[in-house]
Every structure is written in C-alpha cells, then in structure tokens.
Nanobody, 124 residues
Framework: QVQLEESGGGSVQAGGSLTLSCVTSANIYGSACLAWFRQAPGGEREEVAALSGVGRTRYAEYVKGRFTISKDGTKNSVLLQMHDLKPEDTATYHC??????????????????WGQGTQVTVSS
C-alpha cells in the first residue's frame, strides 16, 4: 500500500503563495514518479505537476512559471511551491505516486497511490 500524506493547504488572497508537502515512504520517494493533481468542486482531477524518479518535471500550462515541484530529501517528501495564486487555483490538491520506476504515467489511471488531499482556497 502506497502511503502519501499531504499538508500545507490553506486560504490565501490572490497573488499569495503556499507550499504543499507530501510525505511518503522511502522506497516510493527514491524511485517512483510523484505528482500533484487538483480537483475543483464539480470538476475532473487534473495533473498540475509531476516529478519523475530521475528528476524530470512536467507542468500543466496554466501553472508554468508559478508552481515548482521538488523533493525534500530530509523528509521523504515532494513539495509544490505555489506563487501568484489565482482564484481559479482553488481546489483540493492530491499527491499521487506512480509505480516504482523512473517514468511518470501519461494517464491518471497509471498512478497507483493517492493521498487524501489538502484544500487550497484563493480569494480575490
């Protein structure tokens, strides 16, 4: 069973910043793709950013230049630094892990583990 636990959500005003953290187990942290997804009420779950086991990143177009995904080796966690937040970034953010290996799944169904999510609310 893949363990993923998010933290760091909250409420901010537009233009503000938040950093989300997702703690996982050592073996997942070391070799699996780790990603952040978000889901707004009534919307579909969509990938925001992903970080492969060999360090390659990919971002959704609408967060490029504003969000950064990275690893924190001291805590076996993957971070999502979010800057210049907009009201449309409001959603529940979920951490996800791909199967052990270096490549990030192309489709949502390829991810094998999910966290419970942390809420991000951005007010205008």
């Amino acid at each position: 069973q893949v363990q993923l636990e998010e933290s760091g959500g909250g409420s901010v005003q537009a233009g503000g910043s938040l950093t989300l953290s997702c703690v996982t187990s050592a073996n997942i942290y070391g070799s699996a793709c780790l990603a952040w997804f978000r889901q707004a009420p009534g919307g579909e779950r969509e990938e925001v950013a992903a970080l492969s086991g060999v360090g390659r990143t990919r971002y959704a177009e609408y967060v490029k230049g504003r969000f950064t995904i990275s690893k924190d080796g001291t805590k076996n966690s993957v971070l999502l630094q979010m800057h210049d937040l907009k009201p449309e970034d409001t959603a529940t953010y979920h951490c996800a892990a791909g199967p052990l290996g270096s490549v990030c799944p192309v489709q949502l169904r390829g991810f094998v583990g999910w966290g419970q999510g942390t809420q991000v609310t951005v007010s205008s």
